[in-house]
């Protein structure tokens, strides 16, 4: 990924799913409610479906720049398709 502002959008959200994760592991520890333990569980799977989104998206933008050719990394667009459809 090559964009700094894209890079570190997904960082953002890595880092507060990690947090919401930590959150998560904390409310079953203690024996919280099933309502709130699925509820910032949630919240950690819309923050890592948002990293990868956006991973992909970035990569796709990329690729497209330069003609459906093979990016920086070796990735096509067929395969980044494939990648954005595992997300779903």
Same mark, same amino acid.
């Given at each position: &990924?090559? /964009? /700094?502002?894209? %890079? #570190?959008?997904? @960082? *953002? %959200?890595? %880092? +507060?799913? +990690?947090?919401?994760? *930590?959150?998560? !592991? /904390? &409310?079953?520890?203690?024996?919280?409610?099933?309502?709130? =333990? =699925? #509820?910032? @569980?949630?919240?950690?799977?819309?923050? @890592?479906? +948002?990293?990868? $989104?956006?991973?992909?998206? #970035? *990569?796709?933008?990329?690729?497209?720049?330069?003609?459906?050719?093979?990016?920086?990394?070796? !990735?096509?667009?067929?395969?980044?398709?494939?990648? $954005?459809?595992? @997300?779903?």
């Amino acid at each position: &990924m090559a /964009d /700094d502002e894209a %890079r #570190t959008q997904v @960082l *953002n %959200r890595l %880092r +507060r799913a +990690r947090g919401q994760l *930590n959150a998560v !592991i /904390d &409310m079953v520890e203690q024996e919280r409610p099933c309502k709130e =333990v =699925v #509820t910032q @569980l949630a919240a950690v799977s819309k923050a @890592l479906d +948002r990293a990868g $989104f956006k991973i992909i998206s #970035t *990569n796709i933008q990329e690729c497209l720049a330069s003609d459906g050719e093979t990016g920086e990394d070796g !990735i096509t667009v067929a395969e980044l398709e494939k990648l $954005f459809l595992s @997300l779903a």
